[in-house]
């Protein structure tokens, strides 16, 4: 077993807090990963970690050799970075996450081109609504809507993304055609909201004729998955705000109707995060380049017509 890779196992053990989280995200099994710290530990005659069978904590001399640890990583990556570069032959996987409505609507539909054109790099997709940990996680990028809390990342914005308020006809037909957030909050429409550890989408920022407000709705529904709310929308349960991409066909067929019109909803920004690096991966900037422009494409295609039902 190489150096380097015992290394990079001691890496995701201290950052994770488990080798079985560490084993998971590295793809080897936990007896590997026991293993490979074991070796590390012997080469450096020190502990780097008190096991038990219920908790692992880690020494001083491991948080000491942690920081050295990240520059020799660091380091390995930018030379292969160069060395790539040299070559145009970028390889190896490229962890990416997004959101569920993102990822099934504008990113996955981009990987099969790019893996077509790059046939040595594999990419790890991972599709979740909730916010993630580029460096607890393991990610290369991680695509989102919104503004980000980590100031240590950097960003790369790819479109600003309009939004609407939409409900079924059945529910129109059912609870009126409410024309403003005001008369929303006024009338106790249902509010489909997304709702996770942190969101705040339950506060609804719309677009008044005195300018931006944030309109606390309520509803009974709530879900961490985007997807769910339009399904429940399209059956008649409420009302939804959503990035237009995802329902765009829905507003076409009719199957859902623009409400609240006279207040739209802010616009949000999609971008990509990524970490501080000296040398960045190619293989991340090229995914990162290629899936942006093709998406920025999309979004811009499928903003709100003038003329939808309503």
Known sequence: MSYFENIRTFVRVYELGSMSAAGRDLRVSPAVTSSRISQLEDHLGVRLFQRTTRNLSVTEQGQAFYRGACEILESIEAAEAQVTAITDSPRGSLYVAAPLGVGRRLIAPQVPAFLAEYPDVSVRLRLTDRKVDLTTEGLDLAYFLGQPEDS???????????????????????????????????????????????????????????????????????????????????????????????????????????????????????????????????????????????????????RLPDQLPR
């Open 152 to 302: 240590n990342l950097k960003i790369k914005k790819i479109a600003d993304v309009q939004r609407v308020l939409c409900a079924s006809p059945a529910y129109i037909a059912q609870r009126g055609h409410p024309h403003s957030g005001h008369e929303i909050v006024r009338d106790k429409h249902e509010c489909l909201n997304l709702r996770f550890p942190g969101a705040t989408e339950f506060q609804w920022p719309l677009i008044t004729a005195s300018g931006p407000k944030r309109f606390r709705v309520a509803g009974r529904y709530e879900c961490d998955d985007g997807d769910v709310l339009v399904d429940w929308a399209l059956a008649g349960h409420g009302i939804a705000l959503k990035p237009v991409f995802e329902v765009a066909q829905h507003l076409k067929t009719g199957e859902l109707a623009v409400v609240g019109e006279e207040t739209p909803p802010e616009p949000i920004q999609m971008a990509c995060l990524f970490t501080h690096r000296r040398h960045q991966d190619p293989k991340s900037r090229l995914f990162m380049d290629f899936v942006s422009e093709r998406i920025a494409g999309v979004i811009k295609d499928t």
